[in-house]
């Protein structure tokens, strides 16, 4: 399985970017995919992730309120509209997906529990 993440770029503080993330290969199947960010120096967090049907969406709080994800199942593509930017948003934006049953309602959010990750794409957010 490849994750091709794409739409990092520069902006101001206040302005938008759009990523994407494209899963290819076979003999998977999607349960969920998230996006994480890492920024210069931590760990690696959750920012929001979505169940395969698209139904049910979590969101660390920082993020409520200005990001939506979504998903094409058809597809297989994931999307991250991220808008009023902050410079705290600055960090690199990694795709996940996994494939593997969950027993919850809620997308999970820690970074063991996805299999397949891309390869990243940075986000800059200037002041």
């Known amino acids: 399985v490849q994750l091709q993440a794409s739409g990092g770029g520069s902006v101001q503080a206040g302005g938008s970017l759009r990523l994407s993330c494209a899963a290819s290969g076979s003999g998977f199947s999607v349960s969920a995919m998230g996006w994480f960010r890492q920024a210069p120096g931590k760990e690696r967090e959750f920012v929001a992730a979505?169940?395969?049907?698209?139904?049910?969406?979590r969101y660390v709080d920082s993020a409520k309120d200005r990001f939506t994800i979504s998903r094409v199942s058809a597809e297989n593509t994931m999307f991250l509209q991220m808008n009023m930017l902050k410079p705290d948003d600055t960090a690199v934006y990694y795709c996940?997906?996994?494939?593997?049953?969950?027993?919850?309602?809620?997308?999970?959010?820690?970074?063991?529990?996805?299999?397949?990750w891309g390869q990243g794409t940075q986000v800059t957010v200037s002041s």
């Open positions: 996940a997906l996994r494939d593997q049953p969950i027993l919850t309602a809620s997308p999970p959010i820690q970074t063991y529990e996805y299999q397949y």
């Open positions: 979505i169940r395969r049907n698209g139904a049910i969406a």
